[in-house]
């Protein structure tokens, strides 16, 4: 990965600075049949005002204008996943023409001059594959890997960057704690472990794998990381907080007895980084380890409900300083339908990225989400993160002001005075 930018210094970023966006293929792409969201998706209730994810954006069809459009934004990155449901419909048989098609998207994106990060699995599993128990099922990371094989042999020499899972501690809690991700189950603490612990595993495989076939290709994965703030400064709800934070980046950014992991298995430290909360000591609450968690006073909400502040960035950055990796955000952005507040909240958040650099954080990339607004998962299509507008009915692209200036501040590689 060479030794990356050095020396940031004010509002402007260094030379090989990565500007991206980043996106995943449910959530765009449409008619994705074969997948366990597609099934959920049919059970009423599952996602918000009724919403289906149906076409989606089209993507599947539309790519090469939604690639046009970032490289009408100056972009030298975008993080993609490709649809393993698509590639295996069912167990052990491969689509070649699926194959093909993921050619040509990610030959695509090369020829715009945008370097394709693949992300192997973004919450989306195949049919067959949940039918076996999905993430909580004993052989779960095997049952992942000829995908992963036959994406390393026929997709590999297109793909600049790895991102092997996204977020298992979010696919592992929504699917098996709050239900609001297939397979809907609730408070299964021992399936969250079980899920978390095989996307670990599933993730290590895949790790070998590419590296054995690609070995200069870096390889990490996207980790959620919010960052959690005591409620006050007393120590119980300090401890409170450090407890929480610790449950949350129990894999794989935790510092001590993880560090290997990383150290072994990750070329790049990628980090999601969205919200946070505070953590308050409550005896009343057993069955939550004693701790109450609720949005962060006088900061905004957003419209998923979650307070956000863009100089969280920089403390969540530092977290991860000591592991001593490159780091690329992985996905950053703002879920608002007033894009005036988006365009603050890039500049701002950049301008912590900065300085989280100038503290030594060694960030060599920053993917928005997202490009276009899309399907957001049980949110359904009312939650807007894009940078591009997609109207509903004509499925007509727009790029709105925080696109434009998100394109500006990727060519100057610096922020607006
Ligand atoms: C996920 C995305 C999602 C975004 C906004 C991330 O946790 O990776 O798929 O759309 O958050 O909620």
């Excluded at 210094?9 to 994705?32: C, H, I, K, M």
């Excluded at 370097?115 to 594959?129: D, K």
């Excluded at 021992?190 to 390889?219: C, Q």
Aim: charged share 25%.
């Amino acid at each position: 990965m060479g030794d990356g930018p050095k020396g940031a210094q004010a509002g402007r970023f260094p030379e090989g600075f990565l500007w991206g966006t980043s996106s995943a293929a449910y959530q765009v792409e449409g008619d994705n049949r074969n997948s366990d969201w597609w099934e959920f998706e049919q059970q009423p209730g599952r996602i918000a005002n009724g919403d289906r994810s149906s076409i989606a954006n089209d993507h599947y069809h539309r790519y090469r204008e939604d690639f046009a459009l970032l490289r009408d934004l100056n972009q030298k990155a975008h993080r993609l996943s490709i649809e393993w449901s698509r590639i295996e419909p069912s167990p052990g048989e491969f689509d070649a023409r699926q194959v093909r098609h993921y050619r040509d998207v990610l030959g695509e994106l090369r020829e715009q001059g945008i370097e394709p990060m693949v992300t192997l699995h973004h919450f989306s599993s195949p049919i067959w594959f949940s039918r076996r128990g999905g993430w909580a099922a004993p052989d779960a990371a095997h049952g992942f890997l000829p995908f992963v094989h036959r994406v390393v042999d026929q997709l590999g020499d297109l793909v600049g960057m790895w991102c092997t899972v996204n977020e298992p501690s979010i696919c592992a809690a929504n699917g098996w704690i709050t239900g609001e991700f297939p397979p809907g189950r609730k408070a299964n603490i021992a399936a969250f472990y079980r899920v978390t612990s095989n996307m670990h595993k599933a993730h290590e495989l895949a790790y070998g794998a590419i590296k054995r076939r690609w070995p200069d290709a870096p390889v990490g994965l996207s980790h959620h990381k919010l960052l959690m703030l005591p409620a006050t400064e007393r120590r119980r709800d300090r401890w409170a907080a450090r407890t929480m934070q610790a449950a949350l980046d129990r894999w794989p950014v935790a510092p001590g007895r993880l560090r290997r992991v990383v150290e072994s298995t990750c070329d790049y430290i990628g980090l999601a980084h969205y919200w946070g909360q505070m953590c308050a000591f409550d005896p009343r609450r057993p069955q939550e380890q004693f701790i109450r968690r609720f949005n962060v006073p006088g900061r905004p909400i957003t419209d998923m409900g979650f307070s956000a502040d863009p100089s969280w960035i920089r403390p969540v950055l530092n977290e991860v300083r000591s592991l001593g990796k490159p780091v690329y955000i992985t996905e950053n952005g703002l879920a608002s339908h007033d894009d005036e507040w988006r365009c603050r909240y890039i500049t701002e958040t950049l301008a912590d990225v900065l300085r989280a650099m100038g503290d030594g954080v060694d960030v060599r990339g920053y993917f928005h989400w997202t490009n276009t607004d899309n399907f957001e998962w049980a949110r359904g299509y009312g939650i807007h993160f894009g940078l591009i507008d997609v109207d509903r009915s004509t499925l007509e692209r727009r790029i709105k002001p925080s696109g434009h200036l998100y394109g500006r501040i990727a060519a100057a590689n610096s922020l607006p005075d």
